[in-house]
Every structure is written in C-alpha cells, then in structure tokens.
C-alpha cells in the first residue's frame, strides 16, 4: 500500500518536471519571438514627408535637376528660413532618396502639371523619432537637433507627416541609407543559393544512400565511409565555408559572391544530413515488399526505384527539408566565399553578386545606424516566416506522400 | 499422379558464413504434386525453399554447392538467369505482403514487368483469371483499384498468390503460407492448394503437421540442417522409417 502510493508520487512527481520544461522552453521561445516582432514590427512602417509641388506645363522634364528642384519646393513652404545652417537642417529632414521618388513622379506625370501636396521619403533620423524609437528630449530626440526640430513640430502641426507602409523593405536591395534598404537582394541571392543547393545534393545524396544502403557489400571500407559521413554532419560549417573557398573559388575560379557558389557550398554542407535521413528511410521500408518484387523477378535496380524510393520518399524529404532548412539559416560558410559584401543591386542570376538572408542579418546587425535594428529584426521575422513555410511543406508533402499506402 | 520428376536436389549444402545450414540434401520433386517440408524450427526448410528459385542470392553471406536441377537444367549455373528462373518459379512468403498499390496492379506486376501481355484487354485477362484461379475474384471484382492492404489477411494471401500465379510460374514455393491467418482463412488457402495442384508443382512449408497431412503428396522431413526422411505424405505418417521422423510427428520434438 504504501509502495504504490510512494511510486504515484515518484510518477507525478515526473510529470511535473516534464511539464516545467516544456513550459522553460515555450517561455524562451515567446520571450524570443516577442522580442523579434516588438523591435521589427515598425520596420514595415515608413515615415513619409508631404512636399507642396508646382511644377507647371512649360517646364521641360528631362532638363530639371531633380533635387534642386525638390529642395527648392520644399523650403518654399518655410518662408522664414534665412540662414543657411537653417535651410540644410529642413533639408535633412528628407531622405537622400526622396529625389529618386521625385524623378519617378515626373517621369509618371510626363507632359502634365504637377501641383499640391506629394508624399516623399523622410529620413531615417526623422523616421526614428516619429515612430518613438528615440524619445524626446526638450528640443532635440536622438539625431534631431533644436534646428530641425522646429521644422518638425512645424509639419507635425500641419499634418503633413505621416507613417505609411514601407515599399522599400522588400522591394529593393541594401543600402547606406537605412530608409531605402531592403532585404529583395537577400532574399533573391537566398534562393537562388538554396535552389542550387538542393539540385546539387538531392540528387547525390539520395544516390549515395541508396548505393551504400542496397548495393555495397558490407565490409570495413563501407563501414569507414559509413563513419565518415556521419562525421561530416558534424563538422563546424565554417569548415564547410573554407572548403568551398579552396575548390570553388581558388581551383574553379568561380565569381567570388555568387548564389552559385554559396549553394555550391550549402550543398557540400547539406549532403551528410540528406544522406543520413536517406538512409534510415530506406532502411525502414519493410524487406518483404522487396522479397516481393525480387520473387516476381523484378531486379534489383526495379526494385530500388520501384518500390524502395517511393515508400522512402517521404522520410527523405522530410530529412531534406530539414537540412535545407539549415542551409537557409547558415551564414558562416557564406562568409568565406564573399556573400558578405555589400550589394546594392537585385541579383538577376545565380553568377551575380549578392548576399544571402541571414548574412544580411548579420551586415545590419552589425550597423552602428540605429534604423538598422529595427530592419534586423524585420529580416529575421522574414527568415523565420521562410523556414515555418519550409516546414510546412515538409509536413504536406510527407502526408501526402504517406497517403498513397 | 503423373510420377514425372519437375525439380532435383543433388547434394546440396548451404552455408551462411561460417555456419552450415544444409547438409548434403538430396531431394526430388514431382510434377503436378505437393510436396511438404516439415520439421522444427531452424532445421533449414526456408533455406531449402529459398534456394529453389535463388532468393539466397540477396544474401550476400550464402554460399551455395550442390546441384538444383529443373527439368534437367542447373538453375545455378552461370548462364541461368535468376529473373528467368523466378518467372519459372514463383513464391508465396509467410507474412502476406501485397505491394503498397492497388488489387488490379498487384496482380498486373509481373505481367507488366515482364512484358507478358501485349494490350490492356490482355493484361484484364490476365487479372482477372489470375484472381479467379486464387478464388478472390467474386470478393474483390467491384473494388479492384483500391489498394491491396485493405484486404483482410487471408484475402492478402490470396492476392499475394494470386499475384505469383499472373505470371504464369510452373512451380509454386509457399513458405508457411498460413502461420498468419485465422483457421478460415487456412482452409480457404488448403483448399485453394488442392485446386492448383492441378496445374502447378507446388512446394510448401509448415509448421502444422495436419497442414501437410492434409494438402501434401508428398513430405520431407527435415532436422538440423539435413534431410531425414522424405516419402509419400501417407507413408510418413503412417509409417516413419526413422526414430526422428516418428518423434516430431507424434509430438515428442519440435
């Protein structure tokens, strides 16, 4: 009596400790993701500025200087402005960028008038304090100074500031300014990598599992490869990095930064884990469908692609995805073969320079500019949507697969 | 009974490794009969079997001497080709094991593979006689497309047979055809034995001495990796030359 009551408790006793460490690690998890989405969720917001616009019909468009003319209508609207040191702090308060806006606007508008109030890219200093990422002190909020601030409160008082969604983030590649950076180039260079990548080593590992699972003998050179690539799924993946660098980069003499290069590289990294989960699937497929097959008179080959890849199928796309997974996450090979440089262009091709998402990550991270934080988190929110989708897939594509008995 | 010799084994020995698992069997197989292998477990009945239509290749270990003649050919010489040899001879396991596809394809496997028929009306045939000769048919005519899993274990048998009959074989190896199912399904399967036996040579082990009393022609009994003692079924039972023989019949080993 006593005994089971003592061995009730010992069992509930279990459960409890199983149950805080579910809850440790949920609370991690949460405190992470809160963390992530509190700092990045304003990155998809931009400040924007309203400039007063008369730029009449007689004008001819190509001739205009596109910023001098947008300066020019901007500091009309304050006519007080004397000094110089006056004229650059309004000045500052719109983006390097705005004028490319502009030129966009008069492009669009060709042969019309262009007239009122138009919306323009504020700079990353304005941007920050209208969002409360710096707080207000007095006259002056982090990079804002007394100067600029009157102008502020002036076109606050005007409503002509105003946070709208930001076209940037996503549609356009790095930049110095962190208004107008963007995480397209990443995302393109991404998968561009993760494409070559998974074309390179599927195909390979799926092969060299099934070679050393069904077709070589087993004897102590099989069981040295065996243990070899178990241990390469281990190895540190800057190593991986290194090695591309040395075949790649210095004996193929492949474009230093490219897409193809990094999946070149990513697929080096991604084989072991494809060719380990490779082979458990297929060990798992019960020998006597094979007997079957082979007692029909199937041969080996038929009876590999017949019936031992498809029942496998879907455990090795479940370990692929999982190792693609990995690739997307992983920066340090990357920085051995060049992705970390700063790209200012869309990638239009796997031989064009480019970085890659998490290397991206990285590049801000390390950004003294405080508009960068925000757009670290934005980019790792991206990145983390990007594997959930990758997950998911793995799950769809494992039930359907599994359906077909 | 035709009394006409199908298969011979001439002193065969199997080895596995190091470890012997047949010793110098000597066996013949008649035409259109059945012939049993009994004997207690491990004695080497499914290593006999296997070697019949060379399942023992996949294993990389076995080593294989001694002479297997079908209609007077080697079946482990050089020039015979194992994919030949398994249209020839065709297998039932133990477990039944359907391929993960459906009923109709299950059976359209083999015809398919080896090039058997030349049109899709042909290979129906094909099904369809194959599923009647196993008995499924009538079960199974409306649902031929859904998967061959879904069928109860003795109707799994049956596709399982059903499946190596398609392909025409001229003998039939079954390795303990009914240690998965219930004794419905057994007499089914028994029944269905005594059907085919006349066109096909079948060659069956079981654990279940009445099994073998009741289908077989012809028993083998075999111990520790040799062949005792092999005579007409009735014989055997009846009257056993060895002190073996007599003891695993009447219970004593096994």
Known sequence: ?405 | MTEKLKLSIKNLDVHYGDKQALFNVNLNIMEKEVTSLIGPSGCGKSTLLKCINRMNDLVEICKIRGQILLDSQDINEASQDPVLLRMKVGMVFQKPNPFPKSIYDNVAFGPKLHGMTKSKEQLDNVVIQSLSKSGLYEEVKDRLFEPGTSLSGGQQQRLCIARALAINPEILLMDEPCSALDPIATAKIEDLIAELKQQYTIVIVTHSMQQAARVSDRTAYMHMGELVETGLTKTIFSNPQHEKTQDYITGRIG
């Not at chain 1, 091709?349 to 960068?372: C, H, K, N």
Request: glycine residues 6%; charged residues 20%.
């Open chain 1, 1 to 405: 009596m006593n005994k089971i009551s003592l061995r009730n408790k010992k069992e509930k006793r279990f459960q409890l400790y199983g149950k805080t460490a579910v809850l440790v690690a949920i609370s991690f998890l949460a405190i992470l993701l809160f963390n992530i989405f509190s700092t990045g969720i304003s990155a998809f917001k931009q400040t924007y500025v309203a400039v007063n616009l008369n730029i009449p019909l007689d004008v001819n468009k190509s001739e205009i200087n596109p910023r001098a003319e947008l300066n020019k209508s901007f500091l009309k609207m304050f006519p007080e402005i004397q000094s110089r040191t006056e004229r650059r702090a309004a000045l500052s308060l719109l983006s390097k960028g705005a004028k490319y806006e502009f030129e966009e606007l008069l492009d669009k508008n060709e042969g019309k008038i262009i007239e009122g109030y138009h919306w323009f890219l504020a700079s990353a200093d304005l941007d920050m304090y209208i969002k409360g990422t710096v707080k207000r002190q007095g006259d002056t909020a982090g990079r804002i100074d007394e100067n600029q601030m009157k102008f502020v409160d002036q076109l606050e008082s005007k409503n002509l500031i105003e946070l709208q969604s930001n076209k940037y983030l996503l549609s356009s590649a790095d930049s110095r300014e962190p208004e107008m950076a963007g995480i397209k180039g990443a995302i393109i260079g991404s998968l561009y990598s993760i494409l070559i990548a998974f074309l390179v080593s599927f195909p390979i590992a799926v092969m060299a599992a099934v070679y050393l699972e069904k077709i070589a003998s087993k004897n102590k050179f099989s069981d040295l490869i065996e243990t070899n690539i178990n241990n390469l799924a281990a190895v540190p993946s800057i190593v991986f990095g290194l090695l591309g660098l040395a075949i790649f980069l210095n004996f193929f003499e492949l474009p230093r930064s490219a897409p193809l290069v990094g999946g070149l590289t990513l697929a080096l990294m991604t084989l072991p884990t494809i060719v380990i989960a490779a082979r458990a699937a297929i060990k798992s497929v019960p020998p006597s469908i094979e007997e079957a097959a082979i007692g029909m008179g199937a041969s080996k080959v038929q009876t590999i692609f017949g019936f031992t890849l498809p029942l496998a199928m879907p455990g090795i796309l479940t370990g692929t995805i999982i190792g693609i997974a990995q690739a997307i996450g992983e920066t340090a090979p990357l920085l051995m073969i060049g992705m970390v440089a700063f790209v200012v262009d869309v990638p239009g091709g796997p031989m064009d320079a480019s970085t890659a998402l998490p290397v991206q990550i990285y590049l801000w991270a390390d950004s003294p500019e405080r508009a960068f934080t925000e757009r670290t988190s934005a980019a790792i929110m991206v990145l983390l949507a990007f594997l959930i989708l990758l997950n998911l897939t793995a799950i769809y594509l494992r039930k359907k697969l599994e359906k077909k008995w």
